[in-house]
């Protein structure tokens, strides 16, 4: 499983679409594997859930992301999480693969 999550100053970013990098996490076992943090392309409506589609992302773990968004998200086959802490990547990650990962409202509103 590939899950990722967008990045700002280091923590997961509240904002899906401009985020500075994503961070990649390959997972075994529940058990991270491995982490790649990579620059997006610029941002435009429809790319990142094709651009991550391609680097085998399986789930999206987001602070906020618009239903439009999501929606092409499922459509990719990606699945989507939203409403996640602007923590660290890997703590965020390994409160998921732990089964406790607290979800709040979704911090997108359109």
Request: proline share 6%.
């Amino acid at each position: 499983m590939k899950i990722a999550m967008p990045v700002q100053s280091g923590k997961l970013s509240q904002h899906f679409g401009h985020s500075e990098q994503f961070s990649v996490f390959e997972v075994e076992d529940k058990s991270i594997q491995s982490r790649e943090d990579i620059t997006p392309p610029a941002h435009e409506p429809g790319l990142l859930p094709r651009w991550l589609k391609e680097r085998g992302v399986t789930l999206v773990i987001a602070g906020g992301m618009g239903h439009m968004a999501q929606m092409i998200f499922e459509e990719a086959g990606i699945h989507v999480i939203c409403g996640a802490p602007s923590e660290s990547p890997d703590v965020v990650v390994d409160s998921y693969l732990k089964g406790n990962l607290d979800t709040g409202d979704n911090a997108c509103d359109h």
